[in-house]
């Protein structure tokens, strides 16, 4: 009885990766990735957060970024970056308009040093000054504010004819109580500007 021959089919005949595969204990297959992919790699998983505590400060970094770029853009008068409050140019001729004004609420901070000092200055005369003073500026700026809304009014029916105010008295007055350096988005106009006609 002849003994059974064994031949290996060409089916099973490596193929000259898996040789080189099989050639190289602990080889995987692949080309072995350069210095270069490999450092990105390195640097992208250190970048990557592993917890929940490492993901929160990501995010909230990522939330401060994105908010300094804002402010920056806000300051420059780049509208892509605005709040919805602020788009349009309705609220653009908003801004221009109290911003074109001299407000009384520019000398608060001014009247509130002297109000301080003249009510710890011990004299009850003095001290008394200094109230009726600050409460004198109190009621020229709710006077002015009031001044604001029906020149505003006016403004916008006959600059905007056919569209609604609504939101912009409010609008109005939020920014004319902030003193004018910190009012954002920032001012593109001077106090005593002439404004343009138009704000298509």
Same mark, same amino acid.
């Given at each position: 009885? =002849?003994?059974?021959?064994?031949?290996?089919? *060409?089916? #099973?005949?490596? &193929?000259?990766?898996?040789q080189q595969a099989l050639a190289?204990?602990? %080889?995987?297959?692949?080309?072995?990735?350069?210095?270069?992919?490999?450092? &990105?790699?390195?640097? %992208?998983?250190? *970048?990557?957060?592993?917890?929940? =505590? #490492?993901?929160?400060? %990501?995010?909230?970094?990522?939330?401060? #970024?994105?908010?300094?770029?804002?402010?920056?853009?806000? *300051?420059?008068?780049? #509208?892509?970056?605005?709040?919805?409050r602020d788009k349009g140019p309705?609220?653009?001729?908003?801004?221009?308009?109290?911003?074109?004004?001299?407000?009384?609420?520019?000398?608060?901070?001014?009247?509130?040093?002297?109000?301080?000092?003249?009510?710890?200055?011990?004299? &009850?005369?003095?001290?008394?000054?200094?109230?009726?003073?600050?409460?004198?500026?109190?009621?020229?700026?709710?006077?002015?504010?009031?001044?604001?809304?029906?020149?505003?009014?006016?403004?916008?029916?006959?600059?905007?004819?056919?569209?609604?105010? =609504?939101?912009t008295t409010y609008y109005a007055?939020?920014?004319?109580?902030?003193?004018?350096?910190?009012?954002?988005? *920032?001012?593109?106009?001077?106090?005593?500007?002439?404004?343009?006609?138009?704000?298509?």
């Open positions: 009885m =002849k003994a059974p021959v064994f031949r290996r089919s *060409k089916t #099973e005949t490596p &193929a000259p990766a898996e190289r204990p602990g %080889a995987k297959g692949r080309p072995t990735p350069t210095r270069k992919e490999a450092e &990105a790699a390195a640097r %992208a998983r250190a *970048k990557a957060p592993r917890t929940r =505590k #490492e993901l929160a400060r %990501a995010q909230r970094a990522a939330r401060a #970024e994105q908010s300094q770029k804002a402010r920056a853009a806000m *300051k420059a008068g780049d #509208e892509r970056y605005f709040l919805p309705m609220r653009r001729f908003v801004r221009d308009f109290v911003d074109s004004r001299f407000s009384f609420i520019e000398l608060m901070i001014p009247l509130l040093v002297v109000t301080m000092i003249l009510g710890y200055s011990g004299n &009850a005369r003095l001290a008394g000054i200094g109230n009726t003073v600050l409460m004198g500026t109190i009621l020229l700026i709710v006077i002015d504010m009031v001044v604001i809304r029906f020149r505003l009014r006016r403004q916008l029916a006959r600059r905007f004819p056919g569209e609604s105010p =609504k939101g007055i939020t920014r004319a109580l902030q003193m004018k350096f910190m009012r954002l988005p *920032k001012a593109q106009v001077k106090i005593g500007q002439e404004l343009p006609e138009h704000y298509r």
